[in-house]
């Protein structure tokens, strides 16, 4: 059966090293705003109170988004689809990339990474987390490549 709190959490598993987007900024200027349009009534037009909802709700579900490092994997929350993981065995490579993401029917591109897997589409993570130094020294420390040789070390357990 679907809840907003399962929703709100897909992908957080009991362990999992979950870094979540903040917008704390900017919801603290939609609440200045808000007061302002209810001191002013100039301000009180419906057509500007409609846009100014759907940018708040927006602000809102940008709060969703999650980066989640779990035993063996990676995953990737957007604000409304499910998340995606991916196996720390199917990363081939990580490197520094441009990512798209969409806000009011526009891409923006914010500083990322770019996990190759071999036979694969790549899979972009956005950093445009508060902890991004950290997300990157985690990933690349649970995604040890091996030696040419083959003989590897197995990724060091993640904690929070």
């Known amino acids: 059966?679907?809840?907003?709190?399962?929703?709100?959490?897909?992908?957080?598993?009991?362990?999992?090293?979950?870094?979540?987007?903040?917008?704390?900024?900017a919801l603290w200027l939609a609440v200045g705003v808000t007061i302002c349009m209810y001191l002013f009534p100039p301000l009180r037009d419906p057509v500007v109170a409609a846009v100014f909802s759907l940018g708040v709700l927006r602000l809102l579900l940008e709060r969703r988004r999650a980066i989640i490092l779990d035993e063996g994997k990676v995953g990737v929350r957007s604000a409304l689809a499910r998340v995606f993981f991916v196996p720390f065995?199917?990363?081939?490579?990580?490197?520094?990339?441009?990512v798209a993401r969409v806000l009011f029917f526009k891409p923006i591109y914010t500083g990322g990474l770019r996990l190759s897997r071999p036979g694969r589409q790549p899979v972009y993570l956005p950093l445009d987390f508060p902890k991004r130094d950290e997300i990157r020294a985690r990933?690349?420390?649970?995604?040890?490549?091996?030696?040419?040789?083959?003989r590897g070390e197995a990724p060091p357990r993640l904690t929070p």
């Open 89 to 98: 065995a199917q990363i081939s490579t990580i490197e520094p990339a441009p």
């Open 1 to 25: 059966m679907w809840s907003f709190s399962n929703w709100w959490r897909d992908g957080e598993e009991p362990g999992a090293v979950v870094y979540r987007h903040t917008c704390w900024p």
């Open 139 to 150: 990933l690349d420390a649970a995604v040890r490549l091996p030696p040419a040789d083959g």
